[in-house]
């Protein structure tokens, strides 16, 4: 670990002005990635800006009927709010099929939306990665990859956005809200939020330097039946092969959004259009796959997994 | 003691202490935090000075230099231990290539540089700016690649070939048949606690705490690497966060902390980074396996062949898969053979039950498709083949073979005749329910043992063993043996384990450690006995010890008059010359698994399992248990996750790490249920007992294999049965 400079803040202003002065400069809450990440040297701020008194810890309720989640609400906290769990239950099955109790009491709202990769290449640091040192290659298209992603993915990096929260965000309709070092604000949604990265598959989401997210805001609830099923060789603390987060209703009408085959949670227009239709809508979401031998199962497994949350919501098969 | 012929009636047979469910008297030390490990050992010497591994970034080639300015110059860095200013390291017991010195690089993240610093975090960050230059040489790390054309194993009487009969004419002419090739991948150990040693001199005499399994063998091991008379070196281990075999022998941790202790002048300590466990240690190699059988249509074998193929670095041997080929079932002809392919990864050692943990996963896997052919139950086929001999020496008994007992002890508190016979036909909405068996076999082993015991004035009594406790509960079974000897309450027991200046034991591996460490503290009790009752002028033969007295007829003493003028210590050791030559000894269970399968998306999940299990008299049900639940939770990552995946172009485990390397987690092992057979084995102990810590393991994968086909009707061969082999072959949805 790299030696560096660490303060608190109190506002999310003051944490992105303070981001902003110090040159190298990383936001801290729960730490659960970055920390790694910072032992590993992948991660290497001068200066931490400790963002956990900012008071950014609650959920409210919004004027449109949604909820705002402040960017410090904890995992857990999250996952187990009343309201959550009533309105928004894909989004509470999706954190509580992530990580471990210990690590969502930790882990934060905004931080889970930037939390890395789990390429192995990416974290092995002998290895050539152009996510961690652009323009150095990537071992792991050739290499092993039977986790990688599958879609969106680019000849500069094949890794997978590996987060469960943000795959039912998305498929809720989340707006991420931001300040900047200048003291403006913004709204994101949530698709628009992390980057299909092409050749700068370094840079992740859209978010700036020193850009602070402060919240994310769910609209009014959908109704409907919430399902998050992550596929896994394991039965907890893995990473998805394949997840799905859908709000269907009793027909099978709804949305989905697939975790673990792309950059980021992926979400397809026609993919919902076509649904109950399962074959359509996986050929939607998997339309212009460019697998590996080791990785190309998930395309398949994309259509099985949505084929068994659509009997579910229909009932016919626990 | 030497333990030449089966023992009678001995004091052991009473049971008031021994095969009583003992909780482990080291319990409340480890669940408070209490229990000193390597690392953590920070009042054993002053000034303790942390070293972080530098690791090599390439599988083969060579170190042209080391650049160490900038690293010197970082704050906290007391020296840096470089590969290159010292010769390689002699090779010490078990190793295959030197763990230390020289500019030869044979593996990935092998130590190139020990960076000592006054802090970790120091030591670590200055670790990173060492500047390595490398030649890069192209090795072969492919093992699929390698395995066709790879040689037989030379053994020391020539290649390992056995030929019993004639397989060839006997499964060319048996009536039915079958012929399959079963892989299984590379594997960890993936202990909880990582190799870790702290080393300090005081002149010449080198003391290592650190966290070994095999105390004595490893003494001698650094004393032959370092060049130090043995007397100069002594090891501590009292305390083990596991090992599987991964520290039957001296890692590098260990080395470099010494080395660099002398270089600096002060007590240096050492963890391996985790994915240095996965690259720098050993692992268990992958096999492919060749199974031909040939049997009459009542399902007796008459051919039998099974040949295997391992890697490892040159100079050691592979994953023995055929071993319990030769001794499992009968069948007049028989054929075994064992190929090793010269590979560039990391080296192959023990794991677990080396050689049938990935042989039954062949092996029983193949019985399970032989009895699909004969249209036979899986059970009966086993028990049709049962041999209460060497198969390939008849006049070779079994001490005792209670296979079938376990078979159907198992199959009828399992249910196996209500389960379901037909693949693919069980349907619970949508899990597919599929039930497997596999027969679990591992040798019992006898090794010398020593001990030593102090009776104390005050009538306490202290066991004294180099005997180490790897998480098995050896501290109790011989807290346990030592109390029915002397007939003492337990908690007037005191255990010392670890260090190597008392008594050399047998150690722990190989499951050989509970039997005859025990052996020896009951051959050491034997002498405390014989001493106590010639002060009473009693014949220690018919003399009873119990409640704190020593009785003969109608006299009784306390044993505290025996040591009115002063302690008494005994010590004696438990040797084995011929029985193991005469009989065959060998521990047996029946494995029993249900699964169900997720009939979308191809997710296994083991629902319950069981095991039928008779290994000689368990000397602790409660850590016997333990030993076997956690065994076949051992077993269920080796069959549905558990895989060290190789880049074939670097020559490196990629998944390194404990999050990659995916051992199983509570939500994985629902139920277990373990049954243990009444056996006395007195051929194979003076306890009559024999191993258990690995039997729980060997069989489980074929049992969940062959569970996964009965519920899919999809045979998997490849190890681990992750749900891309199958997916495709599952009913469509």
Same mark, same amino acid.
């Given at each position: ?40 040297? @992948?991660? &290497? ?5 400790? #963002?956990?008194?900012?008071? %950014? /810890?609650?959920?409210? =309720? +919004? ?34 099929a992530g990580a471990s109790g210990q690590l ?14 789990r390429?192995p290449?990416?974290y ?20 092993v990859?039977r986790q ?9 990096? @094949?890794? &997978? ?5 943000? #795959?039912?965000?998305?498929? %809720? /309709?989340?707006?991420? =809200? +931001? ?51 992550k596929v896994r060789d394991r039965r907890s603390y893995a990473f998805a092969l ?18 673990g ?33 080791q990785?190309?199962f998930?395309?398949?497994l ?17 | ?142 093992f ?38 079963y892989e299984t991948p590379h594997e960890s150990h993936a202990m909880m606690e990582p190799h ?15 966290s070994?399994q ?26 083990l966060g596991g090992g599987f075999g991964a520290k039957l ?23 391996l980074?985790r994915p240095l466990v996965f690259n720098n240690t050993t692992h268990r190699s992958a096999t492919i396996q ?18 295997c193929?391992s890697g ?6 592979g994953e023995n898969g055929?071993a319990q ?20 990864l990391p080296e192959a050692n023990a794991m677990r039950a080396p050689g049938e943990t990935a042989g039954l996963m062949a092996l029983e896997g193949a019985?399970d ?41 198992g199959?009828?508190?399992f ?16 899990w597919l329910i599929g039930h497997g068996m596999a027969v679990g076999f591992r ?27 790897i998480g098995t509960g ?34 722990s591996g190989g499951q ?75 521990t047996?269970a029946g494995h029993f698994v249900e699964i169900a399968v997720d009939?979308?998306t191809g997710e296994t999940y083991v629902r319950r399992m069981l095991a039928a299990c ?9 850590s016997a248990r333990s030993q076997v639940i956690g065994a076949m939770t051992m077993g269920v990552g080796g069959a549905l996750t558990e895989e060290l995946a190789v880049d074939?172009?670097?020559?490196f485990f990629v998944n390194h790490d404990l999050a990659g390397y995916e051992v199983p987690v509570h939500a994985d092992i629902p139920h277990q249920e373990v ?16 191993g258990v810590g690995e039997l729980g393991l060997c069989g489980v994968g074929a049992a969940v294999a062959n569970a996964l086909y009965n519920a899919t009707?999809v045979r998997v061969r490849e190890y681990p049965l992750t749900l891309d082999k199958y997916l ?6």
């Amino acid at each position: 670990m790299k030696p560096f400079s660490y303060e608190r803040v109190s506002s999310p202003a003051e944490a992105a002005a303070a981001a902003a002065r110090a040159g190298g400069a990383k936001f801290i809450a729960g730490g659960t990635n970055l920390l790694d990440l910072m032992k590993l040297e @992948i991660e &290497t701020p001068r200066h931490l800006v400790d #963002v956990t008194g900012t008071g %950014l /810890d609650e959920i409210t =309720e +919004t004027d449109e009927g949604g909820l705002r989640i402040g960017a410090l609400v904890s995992n857990t906290a999250l996952a187990s709010d009343e309201r959550v769990k009533r309105d928004y239950a894909v989004l509470s099955r999706a954190i509580v099929a992530g990580a471990s109790g210990q690590l969502r009491n930790k882990a934060t709202t905004g931080g889970n939306l930037l939390q890395r990769t789990r390429c192995p290449y990416f974290y092995d640091t002998n290895q050539a990665c152009n996510k961690r040192k652009p323009g150095r290659g990537c071992a792991a298209k050739e290499g092993v990859s039977r986790q990688l992603g599958i879609v969106g993915v680019s000849d500069a990096c @094949i890794a &997978t956005y590996p987060g469960d929260m943000a #795959v039912a965000l998305r498929v %809720l /309709d989340a707006v991420v =809200e +931001t300040v900047k070092a200048d003291g403006t604000t913004r709204a994101i949604p949530l698709g628009d939020f992390h980057r299909l990265w092409g050749d700068t598959p370094h840079i992740e989401t859209v978010l700036e330097p020193g850009e602070m997210i402060t919240a994310v805001t769910l609209p009014k609830p959908l109704g409907g039946t919430h399902i998050y099923h992550k596929v896994r060789d394991r039965r907890s603390y893995a990473f998805a092969l394949v997840s799905v987060a859908a709000v269907l209703d009793a027909d099978g009408h709804g949305r989905v959004a697939i975790g673990g085959i792309a950059p980021r949670p992926w979400r397809v227009e026609a993919a919902d259009a076509a649904l109950p239709d399962v074959k359509v809508a996986a050929r939607a979401l998997t339309q212009g796959a460019s697998p590996t031998d080791q990785n190309a199962f998930k395309i398949a497994l994309v259509e099985r997994t949505l084929a068994g949350v659509m009997a579910k919501a229909r009932g016919e098969a626990a | 003691m030497k333990y030449t012929t089966p023992a009678g009636d001995t004091v052991i047979d009473r049971q008031r202490v021994v095969g009583q469910p003992t909780t482990r008297i080291d319990g409340p030390l480890k669940v408070t935090g209490h229990a000193p490990y390597a690392y953590e050992r920070h009042d054993v010497a002053a000034n303790q000075a942390y070293g972080y591994i530098v690791p090599s970034a390439i599988a083969k080639g060579r170190v042209r230099s080391i650049d160490l300015a900038e690293a010197k110059a970082q704050p906290g860095v007391i020296t840096i231990l470089t590969t290159t200013e010292v010769d390689e390291l002699p090779l010490g017991m078990g190793h295959t290539v030197p763990l230390f010195g020289g500019s030869e690089i044979r593996f990935y993240h092998q130590a190139l540089a020990l960076v000592v610093a006054e802090t970790f975090e120091q030591a670590r960050a200055a670790a990173k700016l060492v500047r390595v230059d490398y030649e890069r040489t192209q090795g072969n790390h492919d093992f699929h690649a390698l395995a066709p054309d790879a040689p037989l194993v030379e053994g020391s009487d020539g290649p390992d070939v056995s030929k019993v009969g004639d397989f060839e004419a006997a499964y060319a002419s048996a009536p039915v048949s079958i012929d399959v090739t079963y892989e299984t991948p590379h594997e960890s150990h993936a202990m909880m606690e990582p190799h870790a040693s702290i080393a300090a001199w005081e002149g010449e005499k080198l003391t290592l705490w650190t966290s070994n399994q095999m105390i004595a063998w490893s003494k001698q091991a650094v004393a032959k690497m370092l060049d130090l008379d043995p007397a100069n070196v002594r090891l501590d281990s009292p305390f083990l966060g596991g090992g599987f075999g991964a520290k039957l022998f001296v890692r590098v941790d260990a080395v470099v902390a010494a080395l660099a202790a002398k270089k600096a002048g002060r007590p240096v300590k050492v963890m391996l980074d985790r994915p240095l466990v996965f690259n720098n240690t050993t692992h268990r190699s992958a096999t492919i396996q060749r199974l031909r059988f040939g049997a009459e249509r009542d399902g007796r074998l008459t051919a039998i062949s099974h040949e295997c193929t391992s890697g490892n670095l040159a100079g050691q041997e592979g994953e023995n898969g055929i071993a319990q080929t030769r001794l499992l079932y009968a069948g007049a002809n028989r054929y075994t053979a064992q190929r090793i392919a010269r590979l560039d990864l990391p080296e192959a050692n023990a794991m677990r039950a080396p050689g049938e943990t990935a042989g039954l996963m062949a092996l029983e896997g193949a019985m399970d498709e032989l009895a699909e052919k004969l249209g036979m139950d899986p059970v009966e086929l086993r028990i049709v083949n049962d041999t209460q001999v060497d198969p390939e020496t008849p006049n070779r008994p079994y001490s005792s073979r209670m296979m079938v007992e376990c078979l159907r002890r198992g199959a009828e508190a399992f249910g196996w005749d209500k389960r379901n016979k037909t693949p693919g036909g069980m349907r619970e909405g949508r899990w597919l329910i599929g039930h497997g068996m596999a027969v679990g076999f591992r040798n019992s082993v006898q090794m010398k043992s020593a001990a030593r015991v102090r009776l104390s004035s005050n009538g306490k009594l202290t066991v004294e063993t180099d005997m180490t406790d790897i998480g098995t509960g050896s501290y109790t079974i011989l807290a346990q043996t030592a109390a029915e000897m002397l007939g003492l309450p337990l908690e007037d027991v005191t255990v010392t384990l670890g260090d190597s200046d008392m008594p050399a034991s047998c150690g722990s591996g190989g499951q050989w450690g509970a039997q005859n460490s025990t052996s020896g503290v009951y051959a050491a009790c034997v002498k405390l006995r014989e001493d106590i009752a010639g002060r009473f002028a009693m014949d220690p033969n018919t003399a009873e010890f119990i409640d704190g007295e020593i009785r003969a007829g109608a006299e009784s003493r306390k044993l505290t008059e025996a040591t009115a003028s002063g302690e008494i210590v005994a010590e004696d050791s438990v040797e084995y010359d011929e029985l193991s030559k005469k009989y065959q000894q060998s521990t047996f269970a029946g494995h029993f698994v249900e699964i169900a399968v997720d009939a979308y998306t191809g997710e296994t999940y083991v629902r319950r399992m069981l095991a039928a299990c008779a290994a000689g008299r368990i000397l602790n049900p409660i850590s016997a248990r333990s030993q076997v639940i956690g065994a076949m939770t051992m077993g269920v990552g080796g069959a549905l996750t558990e895989e060290l995946a190789v880049d074939t172009r670097f020559g490196f485990f990629v998944n390194h790490d404990l999050a990659g390397y995916e051992v199983p987690v509570h939500a994985d092992i629902p139920h277990q249920e373990v049954i243990f057979l009444d056996e006395l084995d007195a051929i194979a102990s003076p306890m009559k007992a024999k191993g258990v810590g690995e039997l729980g393991l060997c069989g489980v994968g074929a049992a969940v294999a062959n569970a996964l086909y009965n519920a899919t009707g999809v045979r998997v061969r490849e190890y681990p049965l992750t749900l891309d082999k199958y997916l495709d072959k599952l009913p469509a949805v």
